[in-house]
C-alpha cells in the first residue's frame, strides 16, 4: 500500500487547509488511517484517527479545530483544519495499518512522505 499526501500550503493564522490522503490500492490495510505531524525535531505528533467504523480521536491540542474523515476507497482519509494556528505547522504524514490502533506512531506500517503545513502569524 501505498500513500500519498496532498493538500498542504502556506496559510496565514485562522485560516484553512484540507488534506488528502489517497492510496494505492484498496485493502483491508486502511482500517485505521492516522495523521500524525512533525515540527523540526524527532518526534511525530498525533494528531487525528479514523478507523473503518467511524470511529474517531483527535489529540487535544486541534480538537474541536480538525476534523477527520475517511470516503471512497481511494482517499481512505482527510483532515479538515480550522483555525490554524502558528503552531499547527510541520509536516504532515498520513498512516494506516490493517488493525484497530490508536496514537502510537511505531503501530502504523504505512506511511506517506508527507506534505508541509506553513501557519504564519
Known amino acids: 500500500v501505498q500513500l500519498v499526501e496532498s493538500g498542504g500550503g502556506a496559510v496565514q493564522a485562522g485560516g484553512s487547509l484540507r488534506l488528502s490522503c489517497a492510496v494505492s490500492?484498496?485493502?483491508?490495510?486502511?482500517?485505521?488511517m492516522a495523521w500524525f505531524r512533525q515540527a523540526p525535531g524527532p518526534e511525530r505528533e498525533f494528531v487525528a484517527l479514523?478507523?473503518?467504523?467511524?470511529?474517531?480521536d483527535y489529540a487535544a491540542s486541534v480538537k474541536g479545530r480538525f476534523t477527520i474523515s475517511r470516503d471512497d476507497a481511494e482517499n481512505p482519509a482527510y483532515l479538515q483544519m480550522s483555525t490554524l494556528k502558528p503552531e499547527d505547522t510541520g509536516v504532515y504524514y498520513c498512516?494506516?495499518?490493517?488493525?484497530?490502533?490508536?496514537?502510537?506512531?511505531?503501530?502504523?506500517?504505512?506511511w506517506g512522505q508527507g506534505t508541509q503545513v506553513t501557519v504564519s502569524a
Open positions: 498512516a494506516s495499518a490493517p488493525r484497530e490502533v490508536s496514537r502510537t506512531a511505531a503501530d502504523y506500517d504505512y
Open positions: 490500492e484498496y485493502s483491508f490495510d486502511t482500517y485505521t
Open positions: 479514523i478507523r473503518w467504523t467511524n470511529y474517531t
